[in-house]
């Protein structure tokens, strides 16, 4: 029940675009003005919740640590799990983003003759990094539709992505790859009843948003072929501001880009932000330097304080006749100021 108003609204998001581009007028708002209006709310959101991210101050360290510390030479720190330089920080980060380190390391807790076992779960971690990786060689792709002439590193990512050439138009590997794991991932939120228990219905959201664009897509490719030179066309106008809307925009790319449209508009609102937010997670991007050096809090205001020497000072006499140890004195014996 959670994933129907979610289906719907993707339904809903088709229905518009089939329907609606009958006629001139509806052709250019959802062909134009929606992308438009799409990909401004896009960037606009994303620089700006990126930017109060910035903007929090953070004095202290604060990086999730998962070994040891740097103490005595002679115990050996855990560089990764526990980084006290930029560097090891940086490292981590880099498999974190790259490889997704600590999901990699996620835990499955079961019930075993009435016994809580802890086992290995490597599937979420191999799905959500096989999603991520063909996502990024398919919008990598998508820019010989952008720019032109087509940069030579996307010409040789298609050649590449469609090395094991099944049929003609070629079946690019990232398309099968996205197809399997974005069908896993909504399939492990149905099936798996603790992730079904916390799904909310806007965790389905971006899943069937994302599995109708690449059914679109594929719709596109293989079934219902579009001008793929005439969408290169109407795209090129599109970046520069001077779109021409042509016959070239039939139903199904319409369904491919308001789908797209709807995705890059609620990109700033939802969860799909840790695209950025990963970059600025104090409990990542730290060294744990905490205590080799002093972070001193800027927000301390100034406060008067009354030192122990100061306070020796003024009842000096008093602790002499009493015969007390004169430590602020000794020590000044001492070091001599
Ligand atoms: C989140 C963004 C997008 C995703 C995930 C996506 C995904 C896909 C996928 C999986 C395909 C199947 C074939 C292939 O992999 O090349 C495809 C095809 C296609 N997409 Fe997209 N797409 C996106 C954005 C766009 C945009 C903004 C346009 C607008 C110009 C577009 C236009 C097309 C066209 C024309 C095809 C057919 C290509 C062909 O027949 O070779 N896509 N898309």
Redesign the pocket.
């Known amino acids: 029940m959670k994933a129907l108003s979610p289906l719907l609204a993707v339904l809903a998001i088709v229905g518009f675009a089939v329907v609606g581009g009958h006629t001139h007028a509806g052709l250019v708002f959802l062909a134009v003005f929606v992308p438009y209006a799409a990909f401004a709310v896009f960037l606009v959101g994303f620089c700006y919740r990126v930017a109060r991210w910035a903007w929090i101050p953070v004095p202290f360290r604060i990086p999730t640590t998962c070994g040891q510390q740097k103490s005595l030479p002679w115990i050996k720190p855990a560089s990764l799990d526990n980084p006290s330089t930029g560097w090891g920080a940086f490292r981590r980060m880099a498999l974190e983003i790259l490889l997704f380190r600590s999901l990699f390391r996620n835990n499955r807790a079961r019930l075993h003759d009435r016994r809580l076992v802890l086992g290995e779960d490597r599937y979420l971690w191999l799905g959500a990094l096989a999603f991520h990786w063909s ?1 990024l060689v ?2 990598l ?2 820019l010989r ?1 952008f720019v032109q002439p087509v940069p030579v590193f996307v010409s040789v990512l298609s050649r590449l992505d469609g090395a094991f050439q099944v049929g003609t ?1 070629a079946l ?1 590997i ?2 099968v790859v ?1 197809l399997g794991t974005l069908v896993y991932l909504t399939a492990r939120r149905f099936r798996n009843p603790l992730a079904r228990y916390l799904s909310m219905p806007i965790d389905y959201l971006a899943l069937f948003l ?1 599995l109708g ?2 059914t679109s ?2 719709l ?2 293989f079934v219902v072929r ?1 001008d ?1 030179a005439a ?1 290169k066309q109407f ?1 090129l106008g599109l970046a520069v501001f001077r779109p021409v809307v042509t016959s070239a925009i039939t139903p199904i ?1 319409l369904v ?2 308001l789908l ?1 449209s709807a ?1 890059a508009a609620y990109f700033p609102f939802s969860k799909l932000m840790h695209m950025g937010g990963v970059f600025l997670s104090p409990t990542r991007n730290l060294a744990n330097n905490n205590r080799s050096k002093r972070h001193v809090n800027p927000w301390n205001h100034p406060v008067k304080t009354h030192s122990y020497a100061e306070w020796e000072d003024e009842f000096r006499d008093k602790l002499k006749t009493a015969n007390l140890p004169l430590e602020a004195e000794d020590a000044r014996q001492i070091t001599g100021h």
């Open positions: 996502l398919i919008l792709r998508h539709l138009p690019y990232s398309d996205i994302l664009i690449v897509g594929l596109m490719r579009v793929v969408i795209a790319f491919h880009l797209v995705l």
